[in-house]
């Protein structure tokens, strides 16, 4: 081929340079040329047509480095490159130049100038293919970015491209991060051109370094490429800023100090995202890029580009910037949010931060550099705080060099006065206290140190005295109440002469106390006063500083000093709480103790009074009378008996250990139990057996040594069991364990001492117990049931919740005394998740102890169905892998049974007393084990869908075990998967999603009666922490039921509590539906109405909903006749819901409503009473379900009625055209203007209401009820004289416009059988208020006047109403069920007595005034016999005013 065909393929080929050469010398006749003529020959070949880009990058293809992009980290680590002599290369960079000369010629421009007009263009083509706000370049892109920048070092390299040009170019093309680092690390451009070319680079620097910060990169590569650009040029950063320049121009001096402002507003960004509050995933991004230019401060100091002292300079400018950061907050901020400043309140980015930056330096150079920041700057005192805290928790020298610190400031303050050097010194002292006595004394001791004695910084003058008396004082407006007390219980030294200065300032700080509602008095001796220890109450306190006493005196065998200057200086403390506490009666020991022998030195000191020591003997001498009646002999050498007893222990042990046979360990236990009988001999009125021990909470034996005979009891029996165990399976073992239990049985004393020792151990220490005492204890258990008849009952505390802590109890009376091991069942609490990992590890001990020493036929003999439940529920619950088993029914494997019973080795025993094997492995063990398996088929170990529920509901969900979305998944699978498919006969559902529901709305009602823990207020679970939202929200995932299960279920619980009558029924009735109430409002509204199918139509089923609101919901409306709110608005929200499921719901709505209307008037007047609320919520829910028609006729008459009742308030005469809807509703709606509408003249009401009586009495009638109810409930509430007033006129304004009429007193007549429209007030009013009607009789009548009194004496039956009312109101006095006033009411309380007082003179003038033929004959007697019975005055007058003319004489004479 020819020259000229090589030229005209060459440029439609794209035959790279290496084998377009390779190629023309193996065709070309084997001539020896010279280098120097190949290179000619090349370029003639070349020239003819060229694109100088392509040729950027084919010449860099032949570097040495090419397609290296990590080898470097920065231009300080480069190595030289091994220039070897490389024809291609050197042909190719000498013909680029020539090329590039040739073009500059053609087009009249300079070599550098078109070099750098190729590069940019190149690197514009590369960078811009990806989104322009892409902060990093792909792979591709970077690797082509690398080739083309060794074509540019090249061009560099032969004096043909100028970097500075480039970057003034570049820089009008918006540049890219990552290109400058590639141009840095290629040594092509200088970071200082950077700078002096353009002032605004500092600015682009650090907006581009923040969108790298915050990039989240989806892959390795780029996230180490974002690392090494971040470090990179941070390094360089520094070492321009803070290496020491040679050259002093002023260009250079301009560069170092553009340099530290890149890394001081970065340094600036980084801390206010730190402190910035913003939304979670605001928070998140935040926290990442926070995150990634942290990383890069310890990328800094740990590379070795950085000279040392450029790097101490860097860190002291950086942490000099922190700590004056942003000084918004004033010392006495500081001063009051100082305890949230600690270490572990620190956000852990700044913590770390502060960790890189004094990684360099001494404790003693930080604090120095510490305090000269706070001598010379305003500072941030949240971060020097923080800093101190970081610094004394990192530094083991920190507390020394750091009381040094306090020590200079504090001589410095007090030499100058120095208000400054003060403050500076209590905030670091107060710092270092809050993390601790470990770190750093407590304030308390500090400040005692510094200013409790006469040679303390203020004791050489009075001068200084008054300087700190005066800091102390202007601190109080703002000490926390801690350091308050501190300085009132350890004041500073003062002399005698200057007292009344310190008693100034006491005062000053007492007052501030009070005023914080904080006792000085009720502080206790030892009271942590750092801030970070939470409260305690003054008893447990008080309890606390004994204890603390009792040990340093044992310890120094001296009192305290905190003790003696209480006894003088806090001598009320003393009295009323020390001293209560310290002399608690008890049995007193035969050996004193350090408690007797502390007392002793107090009485010995004169600090405790010789009545008050006196009554404390004589207590001591009563209680031990009381438990050591029928003593036979008395108690000598207890030590010696115990030791004794110790080694007799330890015999048994290594009798079990070595096999001996059963008469050598029968042997020696009767050795043991003749040892307990001279311990602690039994009377003979005691012997055990039928009888019933009663524990009791908290209380522990009082008898020393009984309580340590029975210790050593324990913990002897489990180092036997475990002993034996090494040496042989709990089948092979013999019956030691059991005549170790009938041993115990047969001393009643110890007995009880054990029981309680194990009911308090169980839940207060179990989580701490080792493997060893479970195993022992849970065998000790298992024994003691298997003890069967012959170990006692059991009668628990009083309020001990069996019934949540013991699922096997759920049907007993949990009154009823128990067996021994369901009554300790119940002390394995599964609240939290150290108690259930407690629980689960006793539990699989005592079910693998049974099964393991049993017999097949013997296995409910040795194991107690309350730990096997108990087990049953944690297991799936704590170990995820034992559900795929579906629950304790799946498919068991019997192993390694032997003819005996029992599991040979290796089993369910080995693996747990093996320490190799886990506990789940051991779980899942036991789980798998077929004899295990088989007792779920029996009654008696099933655990049913309620007890699950139970337990369930008491876990503390702060302190569970499972996360929320695993507790979820868990609870979704016990509902669905276990319990719901499982047979009734098995504790389960049966497939029924109604008898689900109503077990778990059973269980939710249950839980609120159910009584907190019985165990300490630490144990107890607040309702609001329990995992009923999780168990409610099964509730609402398992659909609508069938049938009216929720109406029901609340039917059958209220039937419970018949009585009416009774206080405590009462309470109950009102707790179990206020429950329901909750529940329901938590449940969607449309599960209360029922849609049911009748042929072809729908329509709802209201019925269910009227009889639960008539029956149960009145009885508890507070106030009466009106439900709440959210409960109307639920029951209406129901029927708007399940009407769109019929084929009209408007005529659903209007048949429902009207239905409503006649069978449940108290939901009827709800609805009127509360429609300015409920509208907007109805009719949202209605246009929603019916595309915006119009609201169904009855709800239209709802609005119509509240329009109307808001008009006729708003109305200045009160007319206003009256809609046709029944006179209750218009009554309530009217009622709830009237009563809330604050503008209505008191003179203007009679005016109005005298409209409406022409033409809708009815409406009248009922308005007058709803009124009355207002007076009754405030009779019945603390509101005062004031609300029964307004009530009482509001009532007379109503009665004065009806009293012509006998309407009204149908009212009165709740009892009547007599058929009128005004007998659904008493449907509608609870059973106490209309009990209570009477009292509101009598309450107005009093109050009319004269002529309308004499009106209503002429309405028919007004005499017999009265005169009833009378009756039955001197009834309920009698019996005690009116109002009487509360004893924290207000004065002006109305007293309901006086309404008695006046009643009876009310109606003898009623009497006077009647007419003899206003009552009938009948009336008349039934009357005079009541009266004659309770008042028979009254009785009398009616006699005599009423009896009919006696014509006899007239007769007579006829």
Request: aromatic share 6%; with cysteine; charged share 20%.
């Amino acid at each position: 081929m020819s020259l000229e065909a090589s030229s005209v393929l060459a440029p439609s080929q794209k035959t790279s340079l290496s084998s377009l050469l390779a190629s023309r010398a193996g065709k070309r006749p084997r001539e020896h040329l010279s280098g120097e003529e190949l290179q000619e020959a090349a370029i003639q070949l070349l020239n003819s047509n060229q694109n100088l880009s392509d040729l950027l990058l084919e010449v860099g293809q032949h570097s040495p480095k090419f397609g290296k992009v990590d080898h470097y980290w920065d231009s300080g680590e480069r190595d030289a490159f091994d220039h070897r002599p490389d024809p291609v290369q050197k042909t190719g960079a000498s013909f680029l130049l020539s090329e590039l000369k040739r073009q500059s010629q053609e087009l009249g421009v300079p070599v550098g100038v078109l070099s750098v007009k190729v590069v940019l263009e190149r690197v514009l083509e590369l960078t811009t293919e990806r989104d322009e706000d892409h902060v990093l370049l792909t792979s591709a892109q970077r690797a082509q970015l690398c080739v083309l920048l060794q074509s540019t070092r090249e061009l560099l390299s032969l004096g043909t491209f100028s970097p500075r040009l480039l970057w003034q170019e570049y820089w009008k093309a918006q540049p890219k991060l990552e290109v400058i680092y590639h141009l840095h690390a290629e040594n092509i451009l200088a970071l200082e051109d950077l700078f002096e070319s353009n002032d605004d680079v500092g600015s682009w620097l650090v907006k581009k370094f923040q969108a790298l910060c915050g990039l989240l990169p989806s892959q390795e590569e780029e996230e180490l490429t974002k690392q090494k650009i971040l470090s990179t040029v941070m390094c360089a950063l520094v070492r321009g800023g803070f290496e020491e320049a040679q050259d002093t121009a002023s260009s250079s001096r301009r560069f170092p100090q553009r340099c530290c402002s890149v890394l001081d507003n970065m340094l600036s960004w980084l801390l206010d995202s730190l402190s910035s509050s913003q939304g979670p995933q605001e928070q998140e991004e935040g926290k990442a890029a926070a995150m990634a230019w942290v990383g890069v401060f310890e990328a800094c100091v740990s590379h070795a580009s950085v000279l040392g002292q450029a790097l101490r300079r860097f860190s002291t400018r950086s942490l000099t910037h922190i700590l004056t950061h942003c000084p918004r907050l004033k010392v006495s901020d500081a001063i009051a949010m100082q305890n949230n400043w600690t270490f572990a309140k620190t956000n852990p980015l700044l913590t770390s931060l502060f960790c890189k930056l004094c990684v360099l330096f001494s404790m003693e150079e930080l604090l120095s550099h510490l305090q000269q920041v706070l001598e010379t700057h305003e500072v941030n005192w949240q971060h020097v705080l923080s800093c101190l805290s970081t610094l004394l928790v990192y530094h083991s020298d920190g507390q020394p060099c750091l009381k040094e610190m306090l020590s200079r400031l504090l001589s410095l303050a007090f030499e100058a006065y120095d208000l400054e050097s003060m403050i500076t010194a209590f905030l670091l002292a107060r710092q270092g206290a809050l993390e601790g006595s470990a770190l750093f004394p407590s304030y308390s001791d500090w400040f005692k140190l510094a200013f409790g004695g006469a040679s303390g910084y203020h004791g050489n003058s009075k001068k200084s005295l008054v300087f700190l008396l005066k800091f102390l004082s202007d601190l109080v407006p703002f000490d926390p109440p801690q350091y308050l007390k501190v300085h009132i219980l350890h004041p500073p030294y003062v002399p005698a002469k200057h007292r009344a200065l310190l008693q100034e300032y006491v005062s000053l700080a007492k007052t501030r106390l009070a005023d914080l509602k904080v006792s000085v008095e009720e502080m206790g001796l030892y009271e942590d006063v750092t801030g970070a220890a939470p409260t305690v109450q003054p008893q447990h306190q008080a309890q606390q500083d004994v204890e603390k006493a009792i040990s340093l005196f044992e310890s120094t065998g001296k009192i305290s000093a905190m003790v003696m200057e209480a006894s003088i200086f806090r001598r009320p403390y003393f009295l009323s709480r020390f001293l209560p506490a310290l002399l608690t009666p008890r049995v007193l020991p035969v050996k004193a103790d350090a408690r007797m022998n502390f007392i002793e030195a107090l009485r010995r000191a004169d600090k405790i009074p010789s009545a008050v020591y006196s009554s404390y003997t004589d207590s001591c001498h009563s209680e031990s009378q009381r438990q050591q009646c029928g003593v036979v002999r008395p108690l000598e050498g207890s030590e010696a008996v115990l030791a004794v007893l110790r080694s007799q222990l330890q015999e048994l042990r290594r009798l079990l250990s070595s096999g001996a046979n059963h008469g050598d360990v029968s042997a020696q236990l009767a050795r043991i139990s003749d040892t307990l009988s001279g311990a602690s001999p039994e009377p003979p009125e005691e012997a055990v057996g039928h009888h019933v021990i009663q524990l009791q909470t908290g209380t522990l034996c009082s008898n020393e040594l009984q309580t340590r005979l029975v210790n050593a009891l324990l913990r002897g029996f489990c180092q036997c069991l475990l002993d034996a165990s090494k040496a042989n399976p709990p089948n092979r073992q013999g019956t030691w364990a059991a005549q170790f239990v009938k041993l115990l049985l047969g001393h009643r004393r110890l007995l009880t001492s054990l029981l309680h020792r194990l009911w308090d151990l169980l839940p207060q220490q179990g989580p701490s117990l080792g493997a060893a005492h479970v195993l022992g204890l849970a065998a000790l258990l298992v024994q003691l049931h298997a003890a069967g008849p012959l170990c006692p009952m059991v009668q628990l505390p009083s309020s001990s919740p069996t019934t949540s802590s013991s699922p096997s109890s759920s049907s007993l009376d949990p009154c009823a005394p128990l067996p021994v091991s369901e009554a300790l069942n119940a002390a394995l609490l599964s609240h939290t998740s150290d108690h259930m990992n407690f629980s689960l590890r006793f539990c699989v001990a005592a079910v693998s102890y049974g099964l393991c020493s049993s017999h097949p036929e013997g296995v409910q003999q040795c194991i107690p169905s309350g730990l096997y439940k108990k087990l049953v529920y944690l297991v799936p619950r704590l170990v995820p892998e034992a559900r795929a088993e579906g629950g304790c029914k799946g498919r068991g494997q019997p192993e390694h049974l032997q003819p005996g019973g029992g599991v040979e080795e290796p089993g369910v025993w080995s693996r747990l007393t093996d320490p190799t094997v886990t506990l789940t492995a051991s779980v899942l063990e036991l789980w798998r084990y077929g004899p295990f398996r088989s007792l779920q088929k029996l009654p008696a170990y099933q655990l049913s869908f309620p007890e699950w529920l139970a337990l369930e509901l008491r876990v503390q969900r702060s302190q569970d075990a499972l996360s929320d979305p695993q507790r979820q998944e868990y609870e979704q699978w016990a509902c669905e998967q276990l319990y719901l498919p499982t047979a009734l006969g098995q504790g389960g559902c049966g497939g029924d999603v109604q008898s689900a529901c109503t077990h778990i709305l059973n269980a939710i009602m249950d839980m609120s009666t159910r009584p907190q823990s019985w165990l300490s207020p630490v144990h107890s679970v607040p309702l609001t922490d329990t995992c009923l939202p999780d168990v409610l929200s099964r509730l609402q995932s398992s659909g609508r039921a069938d049938g009216h299960f929720l109406f029901d279920v609340v039917a059958g619980r209220c039937s419970k509590s018949p009585d009416s009558q009774d206080l405590g029924s009462e309470l109950s009735l009102q707790q179990t539906l206020h429950t329901w109430n909750r529940v329901t409002l938590a449940l969607p509204a449309l599960s209360l109405i029922p849609v049911k199918t009748e042929g072809a139509k729908r329509s709802l089923d209201c019925q269910p909903l009227i009889e639960h609101v008539n029956l149960y919901q009145r009885k508890v409306c507070s106030p009466a006749g009106l439900l709440p709110y959210p409960l109307t608005a639920h029951f209406l929200r129901g029927i708007v819901g399940a009407s769109m499921c019929c084929e009209r719901p408007a005529a659903s709505i209007n048949r429902a409503v009207s239905q409503i209307s006649q069978q449940c008037p108290l939901l009827l007047a709800s609805a009127g009473h509360w429609w300015g609320h409920l509208s907007p919520v109805l009719g949202s829910q209605w246009n929603r379900g019916s595309d915006g028609d119009f609201l169904p006729e009855k709800l239209q008459q709802l609005a119509d009625c509240h329009s109307w009742a808001c008009r006729w308030v708003s109305s200045s005469t009160g007319q206003s055209e009256v809609p046709f809807a029944p006179a209750l509703l218009l009554a309530a709606c009217l009622h709830q203007q009237w009563t809330s509408g604050l503008d209505i003249s008191p003179r203007s009401s009679p005016e109005r209401l005298a409209q409406l009586q022409q033409h809708h009495r009815p409406v009248l009638v009922f308005l007058l009820f709803f009124c009355m109810s207002d007076l009754l409930t405030a009779y019945l509430g603390p509101q005062g004289a004031e609300s029964v007033k307004q009530a009482q006129q509001q009532c007379c304004d109503i009665l004065t416009l009806l009293v012509d009429s006998a309407d009204w007193l149908h009212l009165f007549h709740s009892q009547s059988t007599e058929q009128n429209q005004y007998q659904c007030a008493t449907i509608i009013s609870t059973e106490e208020n209309n009990r209570l009607m009477p009292l509101a009789f009598y309450s107005l009548v009093p109050s009319l006047d004269a002529a309308v009194l004499n009106s209503a004496v002429s309405a028919p039956r007004f005499l017999y109403t009265a005169v009833l009312s009378y009756c039955k109101l001197l009834q309920l006095f009698l019996d005690g069920e009116t109002p009487k006033p509360r004893p924290v009411s207000p004065p002006q309380q109305m007293d309901v007595s006086q309404v008695l007082s006046r009643a009876q003179q009310v109606l003898l003038k009623i009497i006077i005034l009647s007419s003899p033929g206003c009552l009938t004959h009948t009336q008349r007697t039934e009357l005079e016999e009541l009266c004659g019975e309770l008042d028979p005055e009254v009785a009398a007058t009616l006699s005599m005013q009423l009896s009919p003319p006696d014509l006899s004489q007239e007769m007579d004479f006829l």
